[in-house]
């Protein structure tokens, strides 16, 4: 469990082949330590069910043994390729029971809102992100593979953007980051324009 004054947050940037896991405290002020992060693999050739139970015994070995506040999902969203947005769903879907099986809340968030709080850009590239999680999280190496970077961020923005149990910690009351505020500012003017 988190110490007192911290959110711990688990990420999920859910995959068949590879689930991305990511687990941070962040503090009343909005600083952030990495507790965990890896990735959870599975075979392309193994049948969906072993599969998916694979991805089940990982992300809970991580719950077991770092005990979060809270649990952040990529959100699912539309994609060309049918087989890889229903492996993501299915994931997802799968991170999500595991939280509520816990009572922990949970919250999902679309790639363009976790890109926009932790670089301050929508659109920011993969590179982008992980030299941005590593900043903040202090690392001297780029979080790898991406999805495992794309996980803490899910985390971190889970914290900063103040989701369920964000107050708990006390991250949700802080000063907006000019990441934060520039996200913030992006979703007022689209919610005007429409």
Same mark, same amino acid.
């Given at each position: 469990?988190?110490?007192?004054?911290?959110?711990?947050? $688990? @990420?999920?940037?859910?995959?068949?082949?590879?689930?991305?896991?990511?687990?941070?405290?962040?503090?009343?002020?909005?600083?952030?330590? $990495?507790?965990?992060? @890896?990735?959870?693999?599975?075979?392309?050739?193994?049948?969906?069910?072993?599969?998916?139970?694979?991805?089940?015994? @990982? *992300?809970?070995?991580?719950?077991?043994?770092? /005990?979060?506040?809270?649990?952040?999902?990529?959100?699912?969203? #539309?994609?060309?390729?049918?087989?890889?947005?229903?492996?993501? +769903?299915?994931?997802?879907?799968?991170?999500? *029971?595991?939280?509520?099986?816990?009572?922990?809340?949970?919250?999902?968030?679309?790639?363009?809102?976790?890109?926009?709080?932790?670089?301050?850009?929508?659109?920011?590239?993969? $590179?982008?992100?992980?030299?941005?999680?590593?900043?903040?999280?202090? $690392?001297?190496?780029?979080?790898?593979?991406?999805?495992? #970077?794309? +996980?803490? +961020?899910?985390?971190?923005?889970?914290?900063?953007?103040?989701?369920?149990?964000?107050? #708990?910690?006390?991250?949700?009351?802080?000063? *907006?980051?000019?990441?934060?505020?520039?996200?913030?500012?992006?979703?007022? #003017? /689209?919610?005007?324009?429409?």
């Amino acid at each position: 469990m988190a110490s007192t004054g911290t959110l711990r947050v $688990l @990420g999920v940037d859910p995959g068949l082949t590879r689930c991305g896991v990511g687990v941070v405290d962040v503090a009343r002020n909005r600083s952030a330590s $990495l507790v965990h992060v @890896g990735v959870v693999r599975t075979d392309p050739s193994m049948p969906i069910e072993q599969r998916l139970a694979a991805i089940a015994a @990982g *992300l809970r070995a991580v719950l077991d043994e770092h /005990r979060p506040d809270v649990v952040a999902v990529e959100r699912v969203f #539309a994609q060309n390729n049918r087989s890889t947005v229903m492996g993501t +769903a299915q994931a997802s879907g799968i991170a999500l *029971l595991l939280a509520g099986e816990r009572g922990l809340p949970a919250a999902t968030h679309t790639p363009s809102e976790v890109k926009a709080a932790v670089t301050g850009y929508g659109s920011a590239d993969k $590179l982008q992100v992980q030299t941005m999680v590593a900043r903040v999280l202090r $690392l001297d190496e780029l979080p790898q593979p991406a999805d495992a #970077a794309d +996980a803490l +961020a899910l985390a971190l923005c889970h914290a900063w953007r103040g989701g369920p149990t964000a107050s #708990a910690g006390g991250a949700g009351s802080a000063t *907006l980051t000019p990441a934060q505020r520039a996200w913030a500012d992006a979703e007022r #003017a /689209r919610v005007t324009r429409r």
